[in-house]
């Protein structure tokens, strides 16, 4: 799990980065390495931003589970 945790994550990263050119700098990212203008989707760019999404629902929905994960000293699961 841990592996797609760290996918998960980079995943967000992409996504937060490409939303701050958007807000800073009117530059889409993912749509400039698929070729597209600013704004502009295909299938290519519409699954990245999809993945992007999921990536951030899955790093809400198991926060404290990678807490655990990646503690050092993990707590006993509560029964």
Request: net charge positive.
């Amino acid at each position: 799990m841990k592996k797609f945790d760290v996918l998960a994550g980079a995943l967000v990263v992409v996504g937060a980065l490409n939303w701050g050119l958007v807000a800073i700098a009117e530059f889409d990212l993912v749509a400039t390495l698929f070729g597209l203008d600013f704004g502009e989707t295909n299938v290519a760019t519409r699954v990245i931003y999809g993945l992007v999404g999921a990536a951030a629902v899955y790093e809400v929905v198991q926060w404290s589970a990678m807490r655990r994960r990646w503690s050092r000293n993990p707590a006993p699961a509560a029964a």
